[in-house]
């Protein structure tokens, strides 16, 4: 089941990866014509809105790769010192909490979508619920990542515990 499991993730994180650096590179082809139609002719008034919105999606989606990676920032000395059994209790008690705070966040991110759908973009006209979806749909793909982070940190017991592992080990 946990070979399953990984090999999902890493399909995901194969997903993820090219949709944000198709963003990151529309992000800086939208802003690149905003600075040039401002200084050569009128501006365009829906880059700026344009760029807003992947700023949002980019943020949202990087986040969720970080997440995946164990990128975010963490204090862990405390736990490094503690007995290899207490260490494991202290990181399954981590990932727990952190599957609880993402799990929150699916479901108020999907009550800011609901709120928000009744409003439109000024320029371009967009639904508000394009823009914000995007947090419940990371939020849910973050629990995904701390839901296999907490099956393998149960099923590898104390030794995974001691090494961790990302999307970057070589599958088995």
């Known amino acids: 089941m946990l070979g399953m499991l990984k090999r999902t993730e890493r399909a995901i994180d194969a997903i993820m990866q090219p ?6 590179v529309a992000l800086i082809v939208v802003i690149t014509l905003q600075i040039i139609s401002r200084v050569f002719f009128t501006a365009v008034g829906w880059t700026e809105e344009v760029a807003r919105f992947l700023l949002v999606w980019i943020t949202f989606m990087a986040a969720t790769l970080a997440f995946q990676r164990g990128r975010h920032i963490a204090v862990s000395f405390v736990v490094n010192a503690l007995p ?10 981590a990932v727990a909490i952190a599957l609880g705070f993402m799990i929150a966040l699916v479901l108020i991110g999907y009550r800011y979508t609901q709120v928000q759908s009744f409003q439109t973009s ?4 967009w639904s508000m619920t394009y823009v914000y979806s995007i947090i419940p749909v990371c939020g849910a793909l973050m629990s995904w990542y701390a839901f296999v982070d907490l099956v393998e940190l149960v099923a590898e017991g104390p030794d995974f515990a001691e090494t961790g592992s990302d999307i970057s080990d070589p599958p088995p």
Do not use: E
């Not at 949709?19 to 990151?24: K, T």
């Not at 290899?84 to 008690?93: G, M, N, P, Y």
């Open 19 to 24: 949709i944000v650096f198709a963003a990151m």
């Open 84 to 93: 290899v059994r207490i260490r494991q209790v202290a990181r399954i008690l």
């Open 122 to 125: 000024a320029s371009l006209g």
